[in-house]
Nanobody, 121 residues
């Protein structure tokens, strides 16, 4: 079984910072892309940032210049450093990873349970 566990969410004032972490554990042979999504109440889940195994990153326009995604492949961990937070960043943040459990097995998408980020004005 594969699990993704997020941590680091919380309540912060506008302009503040938070760092989210997500650790993948279990039967993991290889991890491809890791990403962060978020879902605000009443809205659809949206992509925040992605990090490929080759080191490429991409960001939603709304977070460019404020958020930074990084990963530690040795620890199967992805991070999201969030600076200059705004009230509109308030959402549940979900970790996502594309993982292969064995050499001859396919790639599957896994999700974490989510961590709440609340930014007060």
């Amino acid at each position: 079984q594969v699990q993704l566990v997020e941590s680091g969410g919380g309540l912060v004032q506008a302009g503040g910072s938070l760092r989210l972490s997500c650790v993948a554990s279990g039967s993991i042979f290889s991890i491809s892309t890791m990403a962060w999504y978020r879902q605000a109440r009443g809205n659809q889940r949206e992509l925040v940032a992605t990090s490929t195994s080759g080191g490429s990153t991409n960001y939603a326009d709304s977070v460019k210049g404020r958020f930074t995604i990084s990963r530690d492949n040795a620890k199967n961990t992805v991070y999201l450093q969030m600076n200059s937070l705004k009230p509109e960043d308030t959402a549940v943040y979900f970790c996502n990873a594309i993982i292969k459990k064995g050499l001859l097995q396919g790639w599957y998408t896994y999700w974490g349970q989510g961590t709440q980020v609340t930014v007060s004005s």
